[in-house]
């Protein structure tokens, strides 16, 4: 099995409501990411976690809070989110020794 | 990390050979150079990487100069499904980084019939 798997493939949202996007692989990687791509750019890391511990934010926003319950899953938590955090958001995971990673199809966010 | 420049598009003829040209003209000694692409709508994918030496998989071929200031990606016979933008980065050593990627702007290629 060399998936990512994201869901929900589609989310709106409103700027007071509560959500989760969720990742799961099951390939035994320990490092996983999120990223999110804005329409016509490229992706932007927002975390990094390597054994299930965070390791790397890029000054995300608090309004994002990611979580990795266990070497498998991934999550990221979203409040009070502002309509300019409309984007794609992508998941990957890697053997975190190298940069060969594994993207997901990825959750595709509105938020009204 | 190096910085890479790519060109904004480029299109090819189906069955073709696609080269897609980065140049990295800051890369240090211990940098990998990768290219990932993503077709629209979709994750990004790993095509290939290498350090110094061409490198040849199932799905292309990276060359890389002797200086290492520049790579093409080799597509050897192009087909409509390669449609899609092609991101080379180049970044530190693998162990040090935790497989953190950080995209440019990428090339738009657009193989047509």
């Known amino acids: 099995d060399t998936e990512v798997t994201q869901t929900p493939k589609h989310l709106v949202m409103g700027m007071t409501n509560k959500k989760s996007l969720k990742c799961e692989q099951h390939?035994?990687?320990?490092?996983m990411y999120w990223y999110k791509q804005k329409a016509k750019k490229p992706p932007e890391l927002m975390f990094v976690y390597s054994y299930e511990k965070l390791s790397i934010n890029e000054s995300v926003p608090s309004r994002f809070s990611p979580e990795c319950p266990n070497s498998s899953l991934l999550n990221l938590h979203l409040h009070a989110l502002q309509p300019e955090d409309s984007a794609l958001y992508l998941c990957?995971?890697?053997?975190?020794?190298?940069?060969?990673?594994?993207f997901g199809q990825g959750t595709r966010l509105t938020v009204v | 990390d190096a910085k890479t420049t790519q060109p904004t598009s480029m299109d090819c003829a189906e069955g073709r050979a696609a080269n897609l040209p980065c140049n990295h003209s800051?890369?240090?000694?211990?940098?990998?150079v990768y290219w990932y692409r993503q077709i629209h709508s979709q994750g990004p994918q790993y095509i290939i990487h290498?350090?110094?030496n061409n490198e040849t998989n199932e799905m292309a071929s990276l060359i890389i100069t002797e200086d290492r200031k520049s790579s093409t990606l080799i597509l050897p016979h192009a087909t409509l499904r390669d449609t899609a933008v092609y991101y080379c980065i180049v970044s530190l050593d693998r162990g040090s980084t935790l497989g953190r990627l950080y995209f440019g702007r990428g090339t738009q290629l657009t193989v047509w019939p």
């Open positions: 990957a995971s890697s053997q975190g020794s190298g940069l060969e990673a594994f």
């Open positions: 390939m035994g990687h320990r490092a």
């Open positions: 290498g350090l110094k």
């Open positions: 800051t890369i240090s000694g211990n940098e990998y």
